[in-house]
């Protein structure tokens, strides 16, 4: 009962990605091949709201569950490392049509092919894993 609110907030934003069509094959694929703006729309809305709220974090002190501020990593030196694993991220995201977040979201409206998909994550996720002490970071 303690995490009610957290598995009702999921619910609730799967129904809304879900109804929104952002888990929709179709709309990934034409975001990917640069026809329609819909994808883009939300992922736009999706970075300029998180900087909002980050720089509200900052700015009042909210705190997260273990009652610590919040505060963002500082920015980096060097992106390869980002772009390396954006280039992955992408690629997979365009050949199967879904990113790991909705891929819960596609199962459960039926589309069972994506389980291949979800393992996969789960797969790359347990050899990235084994791989991390020797990846750049």
């Known amino acids: 009962?303690?995490?009610?609110?957290?598995?009702?907030?999921?619910?609730?934003?799967?129904?809304?990605?879900?109804k929104g069509e952002i888990i929709s094959w179709y709309r990934i694929q034409e975001m990917f091949r640069f026809q329609g703006f819909h994808m883009y729309g939300v992922i736009g809305s999706a970075v300029v709201l998180g900087a909002?709220?980050?720089f509200l974090a900052k700015k009042f002190g909210w705190k997260n569950l273990e009652g610590e501020k919040?505060?963002?990593l500082e920015k980096r030196k060097g992106y390869?490392?980002?772009?390396?694993?954006?280039i992955i991220f992408g690629l997979g995201w365009a050949l199967t049509?879904?990113?790991?977040?909705?891929?819960?979201?596609?199962?459960?409206?039926?589309?069972?092919?994506?389980?291949?998909?979800?393992?996969?994550?789960?797969?790359?996720?347990?050899?990235?894993?084994?791989?991390?002490?020797?990846?750049?970071?």
Do not use: D, E, Q
């Open 1 to 18: 009962m303690k995490y009610i609110k957290f598995i009702l907030t999921g619910v609730l934003f799967g129904i809304t990605l879900t």
């Open 52 to 54: 909002i709220v980050i």
């Open 70 to 72: 919040i505060n963002p």
């Open 80 to 86: 390869f490392n980002y772009l390396v694993g954006g």
């Open 97 to 137: 049509g879904a990113c790991p977040g909705p891929v819960y979201m596609i199962i459960g409206t039926g589309t069972t092919a994506f389980i291949v998909v979800l393992l996969s994550a789960i797969f790359g996720t347990f050899v990235y894993g084994l791989l991390r002490n020797k990846l750049p970071h």
